[in-house]
């Protein structure tokens, strides 16, 4: 990947940050046409990220993402000083249903779980992109997603 298109895919996760924290989720913007008509939001129509919040057990909690995102998002939990302290979930391939009662696809990358523990462990925040580069070969017919679920631990 060439230098300029690096920068244009930073420029493009900045934007869809601060579209993300105004309006929770990409997926319902306004479609802006340039100058020909031609769409120029369509990013923003087909890749997402959403989090959600499970348990509260009082010291900790669970937080669940899901995304089909491959340029680099990030995960934090709420607070500075709480760290992720299990990654009770982990899949990039076809995974399905709901935030603490995700199941396993068939087509995942093998290596997700691990790729996930050491990235996040112990840390406040971590970083991913939903690609084969990040988390290993998956074999899907379709477009691999990525669900995650994590346990953020209050210091
Ligand atoms: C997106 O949809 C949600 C719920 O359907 C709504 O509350 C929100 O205002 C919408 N955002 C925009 C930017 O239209
Ligand atoms: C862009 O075009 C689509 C249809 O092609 C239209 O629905 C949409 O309103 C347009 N957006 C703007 C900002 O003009
Ligand atoms: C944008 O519009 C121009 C002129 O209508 C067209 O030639 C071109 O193929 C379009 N580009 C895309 C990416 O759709
Ligand atoms: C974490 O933040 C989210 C979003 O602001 C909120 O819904 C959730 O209740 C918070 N959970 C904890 C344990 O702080």
């Known amino acids: 990947m060439d230098t300029t298109?690096?920068?244009?895919?930073?420029?493009?996760?900045?934007l869809v940050l601060s579209y993300s924290s105004a309006f929770g989720l990409a997926s319902n913007m306004s479609i802006s046409n340039d100058t020909s008509g031609n769409k120029t939001d369509s990013?923003?129509?087909?890749?997402?990220?959403?989090?959600?919040?499970?348990?509260?057990?009082?010291?900790?909690?669970i937080?669940?993402?899901?995304?089909?995102?491959?340029?680099?998002w990030m995960i934090s939990c709420n607070k500075s000083k709480e760290v992720f302290t299990r990654i009770n979930f982990a899949?990039?391939?076809n995974p399905s249903g709901k935030c603490e009662h995700y199941?396993?696809?068939?087509?995942?990358?093998?290596?997700?779980?691990?790729?996930?523990?050491?990235n996040c462990l112990?840390?406040?925040q971590c970083v991913f992109k939903v690609s084969d580069?990040?988390?290993?070969?998956?074999?899907?017919?379709?477009?691999a997603k990525f669900f995650v679920q994590v346990t953020c631990t209050k210091a």
């Not at 298109?5 to 900045?14: D, K, P, V």
């Not at 580069?133 to 899907?140: A, I, K, Q, V």
Request: charged share 25%.
């Open 43 to 61: 990013f923003f129509e087909s890749q997402s990220t959403s989090t959600e919040w499970g348990t509260d057990m009082g010291n900790k909690y």
């Open 133 to 143: 580069e990040m988390f290993g070969t998956s074999h899907c017919k379709k477009e």
């Open 91 to 93: 899949d990039y391939g």
């Open 122 to 124: 112990g840390k406040h």
């Open 63 to 72: 937080m669940c993402t899901e995304s089909n995102m491959d340029i680099p």
């Open 103 to 118: 199941r396993h696809g068939n087509c995942g990358a093998k290596t997700t779980m691990e790729v996930a523990k050491k």
């Open 5 to 14: 298109h690096s920068c244009r895919r930073g420029y493009i996760l900045l």
